[in-house]
């Protein structure tokens, strides 16, 4: 049977065949780019580390002592003395005013306290009093923490355990050095992909994808605590092609 086909729609025909067929012609292309494109895709994954040792340039130093009597002027009195001492002290080993401070002092009552038989405990009243220095001459700190035992000498009782607890040394100056440390990261990291990449047989690319490991300051060692180790582990993905 021969269908007649109407001439005025002949040419909406020839161009719905016209985009039939380039439909399937994009189709095509596209899924061989996207072959292409998963081929390209070939990715090694590393991380590179960078680690430096610099010397602190901050010392936080607590210097605690006690006083005890039982008259409660007098107390506040011997800590005012002692007080003076520990600060001449300072000032004379070359540490400034501006680098001291004092801290409340803390006195307690025996005879207030709840429990406890306050007939046992000596003196009535106790004090402990705290000086901090805060100073960026380090070795003058751990110089001076060596030989204020000497203070012990004229009747200045320190805090025990707390006096002995070494200062707390600060690195400030991380931001100075943060990007030579990545760039130095991101180096290591190219050459352990590269290393990959040879013993593949693959050709190492571009840059696909980069994070930045937290920074980490700690102690060298539990006896150079006034040297610090920097550290950051940075990750990075890198293309391969053949």
Not at 37 to 43: A, D, L, N, P
Not at 88 to 108: C, D, H, M, R, W
Not at 193 to 220: C, H, N, P, W, Y
Request: no cysteine.
């Amino acid at each position: 049977m021969k269908m007649n086909i109407d001439n005025s729609l002949k040419p909406s025909l020839i161009t719905g065949a016209f985009i039939f067929f380039g439909l399937i012609g994009m189709a095509a292309v596209l899924g061989y780019s996207a072959l292409e494109f998963k081929g390209y895709e070939r990715v090694v994954t590393v991380k590179g580390l960078s680690e430096k040792e610099v010397p602190a340039d901050v010392a936080v130093w607590v210097i605690r002592f006690s006083e005890a009597s039982d008259d409660l002027s007098e107390i506040y009195a011997s800590i005012d003395r002692t007080q003076s001492k520990i600060i001449n002290y300072l000032v004379k080993k070359g540490f400034s005013q501006n680098e001291i401070s004092i801290a409340t002092p803390s006195v307690t009552d025996k005879l207030a306290q709840q429990y406890g038989d306050a007939s046992k405990a000596g003196l009535r009243y106790t004090a402990m009093l705290g000086l901090t220095v805060r100073s960026s001459n380090i070795d003058l700190v751990r110089a001076t923490m060596k030989s204020i035992s000497e203070l012990g000498k004229t009747g200045i009782v320190f805090g025990g355990m707390e006096y002995q607890t070494p200062p707390e040394f600060i690195y400030t100056k991380l931001n100075s050095i943060k990007p030579v440390m990545i760039e130095e990261a991101t180096r290591s990291a190219r050459e352990v992909a590269a290393k990959f990449a040879s013993d593949s047989q693959s050709k190492l690319g571009k840059i696909r994808t980069a994070s930045q490991g937290q920074f980490t300051v700690e102690d060298l060692d539990a006896s150079t605590p006034h040297i610090k180790k920097v550290r950051v582990v940075s990750t990075v993905e890198f293309y391969l092609s053949d």
